[in-house]
């Protein structure tokens, strides 16, 4: 396997809008592969693949509780809100507040093609929600209402 480049804050595909997989092949496969590798590697509980530099929606998350890769994932429902701490491998030593969903409701394929139907709280809703940001070119400092370094 491999360890990608993780893209920094300035780099314009972190901005711009992930485009849906229309197929998932191979490519895919071996794409959500090394996104795991590289997460793991950056001691990361989340990543989007515009972060590695790929402009398609699939991100992959793990809390702690098992790898979770996602493609096309949507937020289908989502209630309460919480504030909570948030950091991004691609804004290294930089963390804020950020007012996120406490619950949300999470669609999205598997590797295999199979629909998945994720109702998350806690880190895990935090991190599903941060990583979906990244498909829409969103930051989490530009969600956050106080940042600071760490």
Sequence with gaps: ?????IRKAGDKILKEK????????????KLLDYMAETMVNAD?????APQVGVSLRIIIV??????????NP?????EGCELGNEGCLSIPGV?????RFAEVTVEGLN??????????????????QHE?????????????QTIHKG
Excluded: S, Y
């Excluded at 979906?132 to 956050?144: N, Q, S, T, V």
């Design 1 to 5: 396997m491999a360890v990608l480049e």
């Design 111 to 128: 590797r295999f093609g199979k629909r998945v139907h994720i109702i998350a709280t806690g880190l895990l809703g935090r991190a599903l």
């Design 44 to 48: 990361g509980v989340g990543l989007a």
């Design 74 to 78: 949507v937020i289908t429902a989502c």
């Design 62 to 71: 793990d809390v702690g509780e098992g790898l979770i890769e996602l493609i």
């Design 132 to 144: 979906i940001d990244h498909l829409e070119g969103i930051l989490f400092i530009e969600r956050a």
């Design 18 to 29: 992930a485009q849906p997989v229309l197929k998932i092949d191979k490519r895919v496969k």
């Design 95 to 99: 963390f804020g507040e950020v007012e």
